[in-house]
């Protein structure tokens, strides 16, 4: 079993090849060809995929790092002790992340293969995907930070070619697309930047960048859970058939209908593994395993055999950066570790010229680390490209970006629980931060009229939720999130894609009628708007199974009982009211404020409902349009069963009959429990059934505040104005939301214009004007000619005038040659560099004359 | 004094830069010759007498001998800064061939010119003297300040290299005067020597150190001159933009490699003690630095609102000198010496391999009239030669520092040494120039891939331009995805009393 890792190079080798031949033979081969090659890169990752999942759960969730032959050393200067390998990690929160990003992207391929139908570049959009797929998957799997970098870097890339995709669309479409792109392209970069200094802290501080090492135990709590369930641990004596209890895996593990497999191999394996055991076990253990094996699932959880609990035994340069940062932040004033190599390390970090105290060192890799996670998983203040990124460019970008790149912050933030778990003051950041976003991309959600620009600033409040979580202590939560998230934005970005596209089919089916002749979109695009929900109305009827999924993604993002939004919100609010009554953390208090960016996103959603759905239709394009065809009508449907069905992956304890008794079929905590072997400081949070309620109660209050002001056919009055335009007293709060909340404007005046002013200055005025111009008048001439007078006058030499006369002659001589252009600019030059020879003697020589 | 035995010499390890210094005599007997239908042919004998040299230097590849009576060093250093220059030299020629011919101006001598340039940048890789750091840097400057006024009747061209040659003359003064002031204080230009006696001046607290101080002033001064680093940068954008393409792309690479491989070995081999007070870092260090954030800044900044690709290239070479003036900077630090010195070679190769291919492109769309060289005429080039642009944009996306590509390479390994040197304010410099410049790199990617407008036929992008593109582009990818090529060369370089005295 263990072998089964071993094909983890693949799934990133796959979409690779997809790329090289959708990229270099793409315009030759015709366009089934292309998707074909595209989906079955993509599809073929989430085998491997596959793999990957049933190795972990037969080999007792625990990690395996592969590493790939060929790049072995793929960075490494043995004599200063640089060595980063190419290593993949497969653990639980890796294939947990693997498995969202294959699946959903394989999902978009399909997608993808219909709506891009008749693109002329129709197989280099297959080839970005699968890079984009590739890198993405180079970033949750490297177990190392570089690795993570290199992701990071790729995915941001590929997220600029796709968002531009589309930049040569007319009417400016294509202009507004490719700006988006390189909005996106810049915030990523400042990100970017924050991530590349955490990585530099990080490699000074510890001298790796591996995130755990291969020999390293990652959550000795779940160990010795696991030894002791699995086979009784030191009372090694119990027969095993004790172990085959259904408590055999401790409390916490998973109720294991996946379980059973084939543990054996990987327990015989480990006993040979571990010949010291700290945790005597005897290979019969394994075969009576072997025995149970297949008989039945209930049976055989004979438990691993596991060498080392905890890490004690490794030298402390025998760890990955999450250990060693823990161990370092143990220590008290003045005590020091050994290394392992002769060297010690202790508790205050030397930079050089200062030292910092580890406390410290790790506060700063956090920030650092936020920063970077704010421009990938768009948050205040980088959030502003992604808006722009989903909007715009074509449906399928949109998507990939929603449900994959963006997880990446909060991904790495969760893969790095252990470093923010000791710097309370950056969790208290990431909280105000995942706060202030939540709420703020929530009220601008509320005044826009594009249905798409709702759904990504909806996208942006509820990253804010989940990295209000990890700010927290919330990892479960966030993860959860995360992935009920994806399941009903995704359905409502497909559902929002057939509603414009419904709409779009008839505008054209009502213009024809009025002028037979000509049909085509661009003859009109300019005057009518697909995206603007106050072309629509009363889509109801004429689209019903639009409009039913639709309700289940808007039900479940506002987090209605029993929708999938509910559990993993309510986990998300849960955990913060724990953290803020009971640990009596600061951080969980500034939580406390998505209770009311809750009751917004429920305001927004039934906003749009209203909108788009009720009513009567607004537009003759609304009168005409018509449900979809089945390919987009039929994802709707099974993403609409996962947002129904996507919350029970990790019901909490203590709920009762509200879960309809789905905890004996899911298992309570599954995720929960699951990813606990990878995130150390994931903790299984009980349920609270007054946040619960509280926030049931606020969702459903906001949706009949929504359903009083935009039901029964207000929802756009006659002159095309929001209600709450129209009335003077609500009119200020909603312009401030139509209008973004100036964000764009504020940076506008804050950062770029300044910044092409800086660099227009330093080329025109400091450049050219200054050092040509006024230096060159005022500094040189007039300089040149005070010494001359000075040198003249009084001392009337014959060698000085000479001297001069011969500088004069050699100027002369030079600008003659030159003087059709820049006449006399080498002299410039020439005086710059004296001056520049006295500054760098002069600075040379201070330290020697003060010393 | 004894006259050194002819086994003393020790010619065998000088072999790779002397036999093209004495090759290109040859090559200019052969262009004289041959008869004229078959001129061509004499760039093919200067691509042959680069491979040879090449091939001689991978013979003689980690090594690490004296030779010529001390004066000349053959270690792992020099044998990289060899191939490096070679590679720049044969990409070099296969851009020269069809551009001078284009453009009027297929004459033999031009590659005589270029292969003893590149014999003075590996003589100065070789120098373990001061005396022929000068010889050296002469040798290399020349036939550059001649290149680029190589467009006869273009007063561009001519304007460029009589600047070029006035303010280089100008800088050599200085590096001479530096030279001499540092025997002055030593009584000898061999750089061991000079190691060896600087321990003594700087305890005793002699007065000789000023000059040994101000000596090294001079040296960094003549040497940041070739470079191209603030505050000696101002001919640059003039030079760059006037010279002839294949030249300016020569230029930017070679004229660096052998600025950067004389100033490491001068200051890491010959002054890594020169200190004041009880500090551990040379005085030369804080200077370094400066002058690196100096150059990082104004190179990049100013870099953004150029709007012809060769000053903007120009630019950007000027900010990329100040990366590698990062790890000369690290290299003052005794315990990070050697790396900071490995991190400046694998730079300087994945900058050669980027830039020479960015400026392959430049030359493809210029017109025969020098005109064409504006960042508007990449408009549309992704539709109208989709490979050049996609390569483009990858050698774009090197230069900023993208993982898997070169560029990120090098920058990764000069900042971790930066680091590692303690120098985290200069690091933090890098890395957020790094970000400002991809403002006016991804500028030439949006003009290709994302405006409107017909693309250029980009009628320089002859077979063997396109050869030239092929070879930086694939050195470009490779290095990127296998850094660990250039880090196992670079394995046994060490500059820190490398050879016994």
Known sequence: MQSLALIAPLIILLPSLGTIINFFWGPKLNERFSSLIGITASASTFVVWLVLFSYLNGNYYQPAIVDLPILDGWIRIPSVGLEIPWQQRIDTLSVTMMGFVTFVGTLIHIYASGYMHGDPRYARFFAYLNMFLAFMLILVSGNNLLMLFVGWEGVGLCSYLLVGFWFDKKHGVGLKNSNAARKAFVANRIGDFGMLMAIFLAFWTFGTLDLYKPTEVTNPHMMEALASGGGHGEEGAAPANGAAEEGGHGEEAPAGEEGAGDHTGSAAQLVSLASDLPIDQEGDHGEAAAEDHGESASEGHAGPVIAYTDNTHLTFSQLGIFAQAERLAQLGEGETLERGDGTTAGRMINFGAFELDIDTVITLITLFMLLGATGKSAQIPLFVWLPDAMAGPTPVSALIHAATMVTAGVYMMVRANSLFHLAEFSSLVVTIIGVLTALSAGYVAMGQFDIKKVLAYSTVSQLGFMVAAVGVGAYGAAMFHMITHAFFKALLFLGSGSVIHGVEHGHHHAHEHKHDDHGHDEHHAETFDPQDMRNMGGLRRKMPITYATYLIGTLALAGLYPFAGFWSKDEILADSWVAAIQDGKFAGFVALGLFVAAALTAFYMWRQIEMVFHGSPRTEAAEQASESVWSMTVPLVILAVLSLLGGFLNIPSGIGLFSFGLQGVFGEHTLSTWLEYSVVHLHVGAFQPLIAIVSLVLAVAAIILANRIYGSNKAINSEGLDPLEANPASRPIFALSNARLYWDEIYGRLFITPFNRTAAFLANVVDMAFLHDYFHDSVITKGFNGIGRLLSHPIDLGIIDGAVNGIGRLTRWISGGLRRTQAGYVRVYAVALLIGVVAVIVFMLLPVLQG | ?501
């Open chain 2, 1 to 501: 004094m004894d006259i050194p035995s002819f086994a003393d010499l020790n010619l065998g390890v000088t072999l790779p830069a002397v036999f093209l210094a004495l090759g290109t005599t040859v090559l200019l007997l052969i262009d004289a010759f041959l008869p004229k239908e078959r001129r061509h042919l004499t760039a093919w004998f200067a691509l042959a007498g680069v491979l040879v040299s090449f091939v001689l230097t991978l013979f003689n590849f980690g090594s690490s001998e004296t030779a010529l009576a001390g004066m000349f060093v053959a270690d792992s250093f020099t044998g990289f800064m060899n191939l490096v220059a070679l590679t720049a030299a044969a990409i070099t020629i296969l851009l020269s061939i069809d551009y001078l011919k284009r453009t009027g101006n297929a004459r033999g001598e031009f590659y005589s010119l270029l292969l003893l340039s590149t014999a003075g940048a590996m003589f100065m890789a070789s120098a373990n003297d001061l005396i022929v750091v000068f010889v050296a840097l002469e040798l290399l400057s020349i036939p550059l300040y001649i290149m680029a006024a190589f467009r006869l009747n273009n007063a561009k061209s001519e304007e460029s290299g009589m600047k070029y040659f006035i303010l280089g003359a100008f800088s050599s003064a200085f590096l001479v005067y530096g030279s001499a002031l540092i025997y002055g204080a030593t009584g000898t230009t061999n750089l061991q020597e000079i190691l060896a006696s600087i321990g003594g001046i700087v305890e005793a607290g002699s007065s000789a150190i000023f000059y040994l101080v101000i000596g090294a002033a001079l040296i960094v001064v003549g040497l940041g001159f070739k470079v191209a680093v603030v505050p000696f940068h101002m001919w640059t954008p003039d030079v760059y933009e006037g010279a002839p393409t294949p030249v300016t792309a020569f230029m930017s690479v070679g004229a660096k490699i052998g600025g950067f491989a004389a100033l490491l070995r001068v200051l890491v081999t010959a002054l890594p003690f020169l200190v004041a007070g009880q500090t551990v870092e040379p005085v030369w260090q804080n200077t370094i630095m400066i002058v690196a954030a100096l150059t990082l800044i104004v190179g990049n900044f100013v870099a953004i609102s150029q709007s012809n690709i060769k000053r903007m290239l120009a630019y950007s070479s000027i900010a990329h000198a100040g990366y590698i003036m990062m790890a000369v900077a690290a290299a003052a630090n005794p315990f990070t010496a050697d790396f900071a010195a490995r991190s400046a070679l694998i730079y300087l190769l994945a900058y050669t391999f980027t830039n020479l291919g960015a400026f392959a492109i430049a030359l493809a769309i210029e017109k025969d009239d020098g005109s064409g060289t504006d960042i508007k005429d990449f408009v549309g080039l992704a539709r109208s030669k989709p490979v050049l642009a996609a390569a483009m944009a990858v050698f774009m996306f090197s230069l900023t520092g993208i993982p898997l590509t070169a560029g990120f390479t090098g920058k990764w390994f000069v900042f971790q040494a930066t680091m590692q040197a303690g120098l985290v304010p200069l690091a933090v410099i890098g890395v957020l120039t790094s970000v400002v410049s991809a403002f006016y790199y991804v500028r030439i990617i949006v003009n290709m891939y994302l405006s409107d407008g017909e693309g250029d036929e980009a009628a320089g992008a002859t077979p063997l331009v396109n050869w030239a593109v092929y070879i930086s582009f694939a050195g470009t990818l490779l290095l990127g995805v296998f850094p660990i090529l250039a880090t196992n060369l670079t394995e046994t370089v060490t500059l820190l009393a490398s050879v016994a005295p």
